[in-house]
């Protein structure tokens, strides 16, 4: 059975040999999951659009240089993402970047499932208050710790995918997505009533 990544590699190998027909389909599928990533970094609807527009532009500019090496959605969404960073900065909106925390720290998080718990709350209300604490709180992120715990939670990728998204390596990306949803359930602490601390003491 051919993998998605195989289906992929193969319209790549099109588009290379001048099958431009083979870019609107890779265009057709990738375009909406972009334009999710892309709308939580950069606010404005339209923007968002010009940015993912962009992304593809520049995208099927270098393809001719794609070998393979990593998932082509892998490498769409790192140039979709530095795309989007890029904006940021040229408008003068720079996200602030975080200290890292410890790597084994994020190891023993426990607060993520209680994330995960999200969608069975008593009531709608209760249900529509925490789903806008979580999407305020993700919003309030630096633009790093956003962009890992969307790849994460949102998009669904692996710790080795998101490393290779957002190219740093795996302990970053852990420590990044542990602070994320440290923040998260700290907002998240007075609607669930969490205990102040469930994590492992060391």
Known sequence: MTTERECDQLLVERVQAGDRQAFNLLVSKYQRRLMRLVARLVHDPAEAEDVVQETFIKAY???RHFRGDSAFYTWLYRIGINTAKNFLVT???????????????AEAFDDADSLRDIN???????SKQIAYTVNAAMEALPLELRTAIVLREIEGLSYEEISEVMACPIGT???RIFRAREVIA?????LLDFPVDKRRQP
């Not at 408008?91 to 720290?105: F, K």
């Not at 069975?120 to 209760?126: F, I, K, R, W």
């Open 61 to 63: 500019r270098a393809l």
């Open 91 to 105: 408008q003068g909106r720079r996200a602030p970047t975080s200290t890292e925390a410890d790597a084994e720290r």
């Open 120 to 126: 069975t709350p008593e009531s709608v209300l209760a």
């Open 173 to 175: 990306v852990r420590s």
């Open 186 to 190: 700290e907002k998240l602490r007075p």
